[in-house]
């Protein structure tokens, strides 16, 4: 029975993160998922999450297809991440297609394509513009 591990921020839940955590759950039998710190999420992109960690930690580990969360702290650690937690996939969004291949030599890595048309950086964009 696989374990699937991925990576994100998830802040601001939208249909595409649950897609995304659907779609790599149906991989294998155990969903593992490594919600970036906020201090690695302001390093990425640039801002300040909406939802702090401690909040983003506690919805995705009360989804019933998420079966472990921890704290991603840094990008680079991904080989590390993938055999501490003994994951035999590592699912990403298809944003990241090839950018991860080099992991293959620890476990199986899978681009899955991307929800179209929402991202979190849009919702937060409409709804300051309706504000
Ligand atoms: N994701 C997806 N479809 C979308 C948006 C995100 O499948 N429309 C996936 C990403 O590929 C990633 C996971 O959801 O595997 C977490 O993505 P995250 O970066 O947290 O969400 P975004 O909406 O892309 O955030 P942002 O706009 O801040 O970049």
Do not use: Q
Not at 14 to 31: D, P
Not at 66 to 75: A, G, R, T
């Amino acid at each position: 029975m696989n374990r699937i591990i991925t990576f994100g921020t998830y802040d601001v839940l939208h249909i595409g993160h649950i897609k995304l955590l659907k779609r790599a759950k149906s991989l294998g039998s155990h969903l593992i998922v490594g919600v970036s710190s906020d201090e690695l999420n302001r390093d990425k992109k640039g801002r300040e999450p909406i939802y702090p960690l401690k909040s983003r930690l506690e919805i995705i580990s009360s989804l019933k297809f998420v079966d472990e969360v921890f704290v991603e702290d840094s990008l680079d650690l991904k080989a590390e991440y993938i055999t501490s937690h003994n994951a035999d996939i590592l699912v990403m969004g298809d944003d990241w297609e090839g950018r991860f291949d080099h992991l293959k030599k620890y476990c199986d890595v899978v681009y899955l394509p991307r929800t179209p048309s929402i991202s979190t950086t849009e919702v937060i964009e409409i709804i300051k513009e309706k504000a």
